[in-house]
């Protein structure tokens, strides 16, 4: 059974400060790997889909990397904001990637 | 393009009653996929329809069913209410097939069960 670990399980930064969120994995036969960020009592935004053959995407001030065979996943968001505040998940997608498991997610807070 | 759309936004229900959520998919996406959120259990697979089929099923009871109809807008149903069920119900919309896979949430359902 796949499981999904974030670390840390929530940060506090300042603003303008490059950070590292964390994702590991357990089985390494996945589809693909997505970020999200999800805002309080909404719902999730598609940041990064990572296929299970790519090592990198980037988009804007984040970059998400993939290693399969350690079972890993950074965000790295640079030149953080308070707009950047909000959990941030990682889902690894399954057979086709139709169904994701999740980890509990890094509640991040950037202060002005 | 329009987004993922789920109704209602909002539900109050009583244990023992059913409930019906919508979910209406990005437009010519065919696969939907349900999610529960809670703040114990996190978020988890509840099952996916891909053309009006289920091809994917989480570890839930079957009082969770859903359905998919012809132009790919899903239902899930839950059917004898009980206290646990209160959560944020998410859906997920893609084409679900060969690189197009990148999962796009709706708002979300959130269900009070009192």
């Known amino acids: 059974k796949q499981e999904v670990t974030q670390i840390p399980a929530a940060l506090s930064v300042p603003e303008g400060e490059n950070l590292v969120l964390n994702c590991s994995f357990t089985?390494?036969?996945?589809?693909?790997l997505q970020w999200f960020r999800q805002d309080p009592g909404k719902g999730l935004t598609s940041l990064l889909l990572i296929q299970s053959s790519q090592r990198e995407q980037t988009s804007g001030r984040l970059n998400a990397s993939l290693d399969k065979s350690s079972g890993r996943s950074t965000l790295y968001i640079a030149a953080s904001q308070p707009g950047d505040s909000a959990t941030y998940l990682c889902?690894?997608?399954?057979?086709?990637?139709?169904?994701?498991?999740f980890g509990e997610g890094t509640q991040l807070t950037v202060n002005p | 393009k329009a987004g993922v759309t789920q109704t209602p936004r909002y539900l109050i229900k009583t244990r023992g009653q059913q409930v019906t959520l919508s979910c209406s998919p990005i437009s010519g996406h065919r696969s939907v996929s349900w999610y529960q959120q809670t703040p114990g259990q996190g978020l988890q697979f509840l099952f996916e329809y891909f053309s009006e089929t289920q091809r994917n099923k989480g570890n839930f009871p079957g009082r969770f069913s859903g359905r998919q109809f012809s132009n790919s807008r899903s239902e899930m149903n839950v059917s004898t209410l009980e206290l646990g069920d209160s959560a944020l119900y998410l859906c997920?919309?893609?084409?679900?097939?060969?690189?197009?896979?990148?999962?796009?949430f709706g708002q979300g359902t959130r269900l009070t069960v009192v």
């Open positions: 889902a690894v997608g399954e057979t086709s990637g139709s169904r994701l498991t």
């Open positions: 997920a919309s893609s084409y679900g097939h060969k690189e197009h896979t990148e999962a796009f």
């Open positions: 089985d390494s036969a996945i589809y693909n």
